[in-house]
């Protein structure tokens, strides 16, 4: 029988907050984050679990409502987590790694805190962003704590040097982008974006500049001064390599290939018959654009990627001009890029043979499902933070007024089918912690714009940039 629909938000709410109350996972008395799923029926697999990415709405949430010592703990313990020595293993996590996952195990009555790199993941990926959105995390409790004291410990100095460290390391790879594999972030099943994926890179830059803040007096200098070069070059580098609207996609058209030396205009030796012009050019409207998903040797994907573009907005990693040319982008294209339920992961979805290839022909991942084109109320929180940015909070509304319709009436699933996300999702799981918290954040986002602060950066200045030490 469905559930008579609530209209009133402050009795949504109020259930909602109730859900997350039964999320929140404990160690030892303790509250140290939120598993998968509010409905502990639903506890097989990895549903019992706390995911860093997962948690990061449900953290930024209880920052803005004061609730911090589940923040505190939580950075404590999978701090702790971190490994502090490279054992030179393949099988094993490397030096600085911030694990995807953990769980709460009791045996006989003894608790301890496992956790997954990795390594009990299907197909065995290991998470990028996990490392990138701690960091996040991390600034986003100093700012709300006024606690930079708690920053400034030496456990968590460390923490940070070594996640950089990781990062900035010495590598074959030439590029201010950070190359990673495919299923490395939220898309976390092969779906074509192994090389450079504008996820990880807008992550990137989030954490660079979060750290950068956070290596404070007592930091590394050595890492700093590698974080103040690499800032401007991989800013530079994604507002012009990435960027696509019809002055760019002009350019790209007449790309000539088999380019060589520093005067190349075609960098990446693009090949014309690669990219979907007719397509693009139909679609893209006259004051709209956006980043694209990868870019890498004869490689140019021009899918719609959101959490990437939304982050970029977020972070000033795009520029003022850009950033509105994402927001008229999507609402241009509201149908295409929200629909019935906010938002598509990606558009548009592999078809046919690309489907089939770059997925493996992943059963999960068919055509406007799942990662592959389907659409994730989680990322209402990162349309209204980039609509926040922007001025554009008439469109976080809509999307919010489509969201609170049906949201509840769906029992709050993890993600919607269909080209227009019409249809819940075929193996969706119900009453997803981050789905009720990324609704509540991006409501309590809309109506108090400071709380943007906690995530949100303005253009880069490094000269006069403070650190949390100077404020």
């Known amino acids: 029988m469905q559930k008579q629909k609530i209209s009133n938000f402050d009795q949504l709410e109020t259930e909602a907050w109730e859900l997350i109350e039964k999320s929140i996972t404990y160690y030892k008395g303790n509250p140290i984050g939120t598993i998968v799923v509010c409905d502990q029926t639903q506890a097989v697999l990895n549903f019992g679990h706390c995911f860093i990415r997962d948690f990061v709405p449900s953290a930024l ?9 589940i923040v505190r703990n939580f950075l404590e313990k999978t701090l702790k987590l971190q490994p502090k020595k490279n054992l030179f293993s393949a099988y094993q996590p490397s030096r600085g790694l911030i694990p995807a996952s953990f769980k709460v195990e009791s045996i006989n009555g003894e608790e301890s805190v496992e956790p997954d790199f990795g390594e009990q993941a299907i197909a065995r990926v290991t998470s990028v962003d996990s490392c990138l959105w701690w960091i996040i995390i ?13 920053a400034m410990q030496p456990k968590f100095q460390e923490g940070i040097a070594l ?10 790879d030439m590029n201010p982008t950070l190359l990673v594999p495919d299923g490395a972030c939220m898309i976390y099943r092969r779906l074509g974006i192994y090389g450079y994926p504008l996820e990880i890179q807008s992550l990137f830059y989030g954490a660079l500049r979060a750290a950068r803040k956070l290596l404070i007096c007592a930091g590394d200098e050595e890492i700093v001064q590698a974080i103040d070069k690499r800032l401007p070059l ?65 490689q140019l994907d021009t899918r719609f990627f959101s959490l990437g573009n939304l982050m970029a907005v977020v972070y000033s990693l795009t520029n003022e001009k850009q950033s509105q040319a994402i927001m008229n982008l999507i609402e241009e294209q509201w149908d295409d890029l929200v629909g019935k339920m906010p938002m598509k ?28 084109g389907g659409s994730w109320p989680v990322l209402l929180w990162s349309l209204a933070a980039a609509a926040q940015k922007t001025g554009r909070n008439d ?55 400071e709380h943007l602060e906690l995530i949100s950066f303005e253009e880069l200045d490094i000269e006069n940039d403070p650190k949390f030490c100077d404020l």
Not at 61 to 69: A, E
Request: glycine share 6%; aromatic share 14%; charged share 25%.
């Open 138 to 150: 991390l600034q986003a409790y100093v700012k709300a704590t006024k606690d930079i004291n708690f």
């Open 61 to 69: 949430l209880f920052l803005i409502k004061g609730k911090y010592d």
């Open 345 to 372: 992961i990606c558009f548009p979805a592999l078809e046919k043979d690309e489907y089939k290839i770059f997925t493996g022909c992943d059963p999960k991942n068919l055509p406007w499902s799942y990662h592959n």
């Open 234 to 298: 991989l800013r530079d580098h994604i507002r012009h390599h990435y960027w696509i609207d019809m002055k760019r996609l002009n350019v790209i058209y007449r790309f000539k290939s088999e380019e060589y030396g520093h005067t190349a205009e075609n960098q990446f030796n693009i090949y014309a018959d690669s990219i979907p012009y007719a397509d693009l050019s139909v679609w893209l409207p006259k004051h709209g654009g956006y980043l694209a998903g990868n870019i890498g040797p004869s």
């Open 395 to 449: 469109l976080s509304q809509r999307a919010l007024e489509l969201a609170q319709a049906r949201l509840h009436q769906d029992e709050w699933p993890e993600y919607y089918d269909g080209s227009s996300g019409s249809l819940i999702g075929k193996e969706s799981r119900r009453y997803t912690t981050w789905t009720i918290t990324g609704f509540l954040l991006a409501k309590e986002l809309m109506q108090n714009p």
């Open 163 to 172: 996640i950089m460290e990781l990062c900035l390391a010495t590598r074959f």
